[in-house]
């Protein structure tokens, strides 16, 4: 009866050990896979998948904002897929000459789920903006002259680097979103806790 418990302990033991060597194996596939490097078409063909996690992205830097250097876009293969960076708490901006070059970004992924309700908000921020511009030099649009996009919360949020006037783009993604059916469009960014570019 001993002999059957000694033997009964060390199965047990061993079932332990080749459990948490598995686990190993499976926490470090997963921590490769994390490693790996997307290119931006691949990393929107994952989309919604990847919020939340901890990517690294290559892809050409079409754009770098001039005006403080916070954002920068990587392009992929398509013109929609258009990736949006932001600075993270390590990176006070970004070089302006990152333009045209081959860059690597990692960092956190995080998306915006503009819904009607969103484009509704952002809309009415627009108006007073254009209301209280109507007093000195705005042209109705929220846009004062020298502004390269919108400076609502909503504005900035969504803000792709095209600098395209606010009220314009707000139409453009209602218009999407009545064409598409979709609940939603998702505007993904990633926050960058590190940039280098490739050479």
Request: charged residues 30%; hydrophobic residues 35%.
């Amino acid at each position: 009866m001993r002999k059957i418990v000694i033997f009964a302990a060390i199965m047990v033991a061993l079932a332990a050990c080749t459990n948490q060597q598995g686990d190993k194996k499976s926490d470090s596939s997963q921590e490769m896979a994390e490693k790996k490097v997307l290119t931006v078409d691949q990393f929107f063909d994952k989309g919604e998948a990847l919020a939340g996690k901890t990517v690294s992205v290559q892809g050409q830097a079409d754009h770098v904002c001039k005006h403080g250097g916070k954002r920068m876009f990587l392009v992929g293969s398509k013109p929609e897929n258009r990736l949006k960076v932001t600075t993270g708490e390590d990176i006070a901006s970004f070089d302006v000459a990152f333009e045209g070059s081959s860059m690597q970004v990692t960092g956190t992924v995080e998306i915006l789920k503009m819904d009607s309700a969103y484009l509704a908000n952002w809309e009415q921020e627009l108006r007073e903006g254009a209301a209280e511009d109507h007093k000195g030099e705005g042209d109705g649009t929220g846009e004062g002259e020298g502004h390269e996009s919108d400076h609502t919360s909503h504005g900035e949020q969504a803000d792709m680097g095209e600098h395209i006037p606010g009220m314009d783009k707000v139409e453009g993604y209602q218009a999407e979103l009545k064409e598409t059916g979709k609940e939603y469009i998702p505007i993904f960014s990633v926050v960058a806790d590190k940039v280098s570019e490739n050479k």
